[in-house]
């Protein structure tokens, strides 16, 4: 009896014992599950609040601050693109700008002259060249063609010009100056010389208009000095003859196109001035 009573006693003190120990386990799982929030809080933003373990794996928190790519910020700032900026201030192309300063055409505009040039003698033959420069047929009240479309003081006598027909004595009572060169009469009047019809009935005229004069110079100077400069630009490759025959003319107006100029293909003002003559 007493052996069945220390038995007894032996397993109730066991099964104390038992229940203590999964008492005491009990306790130590309460700690944990209490802890998983604190992991949560810990993973901000993150997903998978269930796992509690895997919060604070550190590779993923790696991974969520490099969210922000750095590599990607300086390809941002490289949209700058500083080539692209050089190329943007090129836009301006000074070459283009001096091209455009160009378009004022200042010979046009103001008569802004070349480099002056002296007037040169040449020593020319005081005679007719209808092979060169075919003699012109008079025609009474004859107009210059296309003159009333230039503007200006400047070709006022170009607009204003009309063929005359007068013997000498009516030429000689009107204009005190009255010169031969090259095979006809040509008068002075007011910086210009024209042809004087009739002053000769047999004189020989290449252009029938007016000339500008300048230094005092007869007509076939003023044409030798113009042949000389358009010589020198390229434009004129005839003999230097002091007669406004077609080569002349057609030289005269290819440097007044290329100028900007009205193309009167004859001696006037602007365009001695362009060529630095005046």
Known sequence: MRIFLVLICS???????????EGKGKKKEEPKKKAAPAGQVSQPGGKGAGRPTGAGKPEKVGKATGAGKPEKVGKATGAGKPEKVGKATGASKPEKVGKATGAGKPAVAGGAAATKVKPQHFNLANKPKPEVAPAVTFQQNRRIEGAQNWQGSSYTVFRNYRSEWHDRNWWGSHYNRVVFVLGGWYYWNAGWWYPAWGYDPGAYYPYDGPIYGYHNLPPDQVIANVQAA??????????????????????????????????????????????GLT
């Open 11 to 21: 397993l109730a003190l066991a099964s104390l014992a038992l229940s203590a120990e």
């Open 230 to 275: 358009l010589q020198q630009q390229g434009y004129y490759r005839g003999e230097v003859d002091g007669l406004l025959g077609p080569l002349t003319r057609a030289a005269v107006a290819d440097y007044q196109r290329d100028r900007g100029l009205y193309i009167t293909s004859a001696i006037d003002r602007p365009t001695l001035s362009s060529l």
